[in-house]
Protein backbone atom coordinates (compact mmCIF):
# COMPACT_ATOMS: atom_id res chain seq x y z
CA UNK A 1 0.00 0.00 0.00
CA UNK A 2 1.10 3.75 -0.75
CA UNK A 3 0.33 6.63 1.21
CA UNK A 4 1.00 9.89 -0.13
CA UNK A 5 0.93 12.87 2.32
CA UNK A 6 0.50 16.68 0.91
CA UNK A 7 1.90 19.79 3.12
CA UNK A 8 2.66 23.41 2.42
CA UNK A 9 -1.05 24.86 1.79
CA UNK A 10 -2.41 27.82 3.60
CA UNK A 11 -3.70 31.26 3.15
CA UNK A 12 -1.60 34.20 0.66
CA UNK A 13 -2.67 37.29 -1.07
CA UNK A 14 -2.61 37.58 -5.02
CA UNK A 15 0.71 37.71 -6.43
CA UNK A 16 2.11 35.38 -3.56
CA UNK A 17 4.23 32.14 -3.43
CA UNK A 18 3.35 28.97 -2.08
CA UNK A 19 4.90 25.43 -1.93
CA UNK A 20 3.64 22.12 -1.43
CA UNK A 21 5.21 18.52 -0.80
CA UNK A 22 4.04 15.37 -1.03
CA UNK A 23 5.69 12.45 0.76
CA UNK A 24 5.44 9.20 -0.30
CA UNK A 25 5.70 5.95 2.40
CA UNK A 26 4.78 2.27 2.44
CA UNK A 27 5.11 0.49 -0.83
CA UNK A 28 6.60 3.41 -3.25
CA UNK A 29 7.54 3.19 -6.03
CA UNK A 30 10.34 5.83 -6.65
CA UNK A 31 10.42 5.88 -10.60
CA UNK A 32 6.58 6.15 -11.16
CA UNK A 33 4.69 9.18 -12.32
CA UNK A 34 3.23 11.48 -9.95
CA UNK A 35 1.01 14.55 -10.49
CA UNK A 36 -1.01 17.39 -8.24
CA UNK A 37 -4.72 17.79 -9.20
CA UNK A 38 -7.03 20.59 -7.29
CA UNK A 39 -10.98 20.43 -6.93
CA UNK A 40 -12.61 24.08 -6.17
CA UNK A 41 -15.75 24.20 -4.57
CA UNK A 42 -18.72 23.07 -6.69
CA UNK A 43 -16.12 22.23 -9.79
CA UNK A 44 -14.34 18.67 -10.96
CA UNK A 45 -11.23 17.76 -9.64
CA UNK A 46 -8.82 19.05 -12.40
CA UNK A 47 -5.58 18.26 -13.44
CA UNK A 48 -2.65 20.95 -12.49
CA UNK A 49 0.86 19.64 -12.84
CA UNK A 50 2.50 15.95 -14.05
CA UNK A 51 5.91 14.43 -13.51
CA UNK A 52 7.40 11.17 -15.18
CA UNK A 53 8.68 8.68 -12.94
CA UNK A 54 12.29 10.17 -13.85
CA UNK A 55 11.58 13.44 -13.36
CA UNK A 56 12.68 14.46 -17.47
CA UNK A 57 8.82 15.20 -18.36
CA UNK A 58 6.58 17.61 -16.76
CA UNK A 59 3.23 18.32 -17.51
CA UNK A 60 0.76 21.54 -16.97
CA UNK A 61 -2.48 22.69 -17.36
CA UNK A 62 -2.80 26.23 -18.99
CA UNK A 63 -3.84 27.68 -16.23
CA UNK A 64 -0.84 27.64 -14.84
CA UNK A 65 1.92 27.20 -17.44
CA UNK A 66 4.53 29.53 -16.51
CA UNK A 67 3.75 29.78 -12.60
CA UNK A 68 4.09 26.51 -11.23
CA UNK A 69 7.02 24.16 -11.54
CA UNK A 70 6.86 20.19 -10.27
CA UNK A 71 9.33 18.53 -9.28
CA UNK A 72 10.72 15.22 -7.84
CA UNK A 73 13.18 13.37 -5.21
CA UNK A 74 13.28 10.11 -6.06
CA UNK A 75 15.50 9.27 -3.27
CA UNK A 76 13.19 10.87 -0.44
CA UNK A 77 10.26 9.68 -3.16
CA UNK A 78 9.01 13.51 -2.60
CA UNK A 79 6.98 15.74 -5.13
CA UNK A 80 6.88 19.37 -5.22
CA UNK A 81 4.99 22.26 -6.56
CA UNK A 82 6.24 25.23 -6.77
CA UNK A 83 3.43 28.11 -6.98
CA UNK A 84 4.09 31.46 -8.10
CA UNK A 85 1.78 34.35 -8.75
CA UNK A 86 -0.90 32.98 -7.40
CA UNK A 87 -4.37 34.38 -8.30
CA UNK A 88 -7.95 33.78 -6.14
CA UNK A 89 -8.51 31.12 -8.79
CA UNK A 90 -6.14 29.18 -7.71
CA UNK A 91 -7.78 28.75 -4.52
CA UNK A 92 -8.89 24.71 -4.27
CA UNK A 93 -7.69 21.79 -2.31
CA UNK A 94 -4.73 20.56 -3.87
CA UNK A 95 -3.76 16.98 -4.06
CA UNK A 96 -1.47 14.73 -4.89
CA UNK A 97 -1.19 11.43 -6.83
CA UNK A 98 0.83 8.03 -8.07
CA UNK A 99 0.28 6.70 -11.19
CA UNK A 100 1.86 3.17 -11.33
CA UNK A 101 3.71 3.52 -14.49
CA UNK A 102 6.50 5.62 -15.52
CA UNK A 103 4.93 7.91 -18.11
CA UNK A 104 2.32 10.71 -16.50
CA UNK A 105 -0.90 11.32 -17.31
CA UNK A 106 -3.12 13.77 -17.09
CA UNK A 107 -6.51 12.56 -16.14
CA UNK A 108 -7.60 11.68 -12.60
CA UNK A 109 -8.73 7.94 -13.55
CA UNK A 110 -5.17 7.05 -14.44
CA UNK A 111 -3.81 7.75 -11.09
CA UNK A 112 -4.04 4.86 -8.36
CA UNK A 113 -2.79 6.61 -5.10
CA UNK A 114 -4.31 9.73 -3.38
CA UNK A 115 -3.43 11.67 -0.71
CA UNK A 116 -6.26 13.60 1.71
CA UNK A 117 -5.10 17.05 -0.22
CA UNK A 118 -4.44 20.05 1.64
CA UNK A 119 -6.47 23.30 1.13
CA UNK A 120 -4.68 26.20 -1.00
CA UNK A 121 -6.53 29.87 -0.41
CA UNK A 122 -5.71 32.85 -2.10
CA UNK A 123 -7.49 36.34 -1.35
CA UNK A 124 -7.67 39.53 -3.86
Not at 6 to 32: I, K, Y
Not at 63 to 80: L, P
Not at 85 to 91: A, G, H, N, Y
Not at 102 to 118: F, M, S
Amino acid sequence: QVQLVESGGGLVQAGGSLRLSCAASGRTFSNRAMAWFRQAPGKEREFVAGISGNGGTTYYADSVKGRFTISRDNAKTTVSLQMNSLKPEDTAVYYCALRIFVAAATTADEYNYWGQGTQVTVSS
